[in-house]
């Protein structure tokens, strides 16, 4: 089994790149779909660079007179070897049409395992009108994707708390882009009450690749992001595979728990206690 659904609660922090990024890295044959419902397909004009036209997408799946899963097939273009896409809505006004095709598509997602692919869903950000709830409840891990400063951990807390409280979804973790930027991958899990599953290097540069279909640069492929997404991927995998959670330590990139741990920076939890004691002090 892998159906893998990451999503955000705010900031733009990599979703959709990470997606990417993950699927090129990916170790067996992978779909990637693309279900964020602002529509406007990031990766048709971003991986792509615009060179591809709209021509079909989940739309099209959601009004097609064939069975979900052929109408899925035959809208999946190539994205690289072992990588075939499926765009999403062209507008946000699309997505509204697309509320019952959520359901069924999960039926045909979970079942694509048996054809030995997985899939990697791109459900945007949490809270929007739209939003691919069926597919993040119904997914087999469901990843929410932060940095590690403050504000990202701020917005992200209240979500993190909702789907720990609920078990809304079957598997909850998180994945964090930029490690020690300031805070590590570990301090952020612990405060937000997730297990750390990925942690993507950060590299604005490298990034682009991804993003924006830039050609990649000589280093890319020893560089500490598509080290880190590499790393991921295959723990991700393995986790899913074994359908078991992980405690593995996902990649060897310092994420500056060092520096939290010896007392250099302090922990996220750390500001927010000192910040709840002022206030009270203050009161
Ligand atoms: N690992 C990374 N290191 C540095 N920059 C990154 C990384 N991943 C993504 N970015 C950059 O962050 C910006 C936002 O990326 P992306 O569009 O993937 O985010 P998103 O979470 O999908 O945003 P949205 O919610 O708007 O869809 C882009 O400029 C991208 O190049
Ligand atoms: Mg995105």
Known sequence: MAVIALCSASGSPGVT???VGLAIAWPRPVLLIEADPVGGSAILAGWFQGARDHDAGLLDV??????????LDRVAIPLRDG????PG????????ELGGLWGPLADVLAGLD???QDVIVDAGRLGMADSPRLLLERADLTLLVTRTDLPALAAVRSYADLVVRTRAWKQAGLLVIGPGRPYSGRGAAKLLGLPLVGKIAHSAKDAETYHQGVRPR?????GAFARSLHATAGA???????GTPSTTALSAEPDGAT??????????????ATAADRRQEQA
């Open 17 to 19: 790149t990470t997606a």
């Open 62 to 71: 959601a009004f097609a007179a064939e069975p979900v899963a052929a109408a």
């Open 83 to 86: 990588v075939r896409f499926v």
């Open 89 to 96: 809505v062209r507008s946000h006004l699309e997505a509204r």
């Open 114 to 116: 048996a054809a030995g």
């Open 218 to 222: 000589a280093r890319f492929p020893k």
């Open 236 to 242: 991700l995998h393995q986790r899913t595979s074994l």
């Open 259 to 272: 520096d939290v741990a010896q007392g250099r920076v302090p922990g996220p939890g750390a500001i927010w």
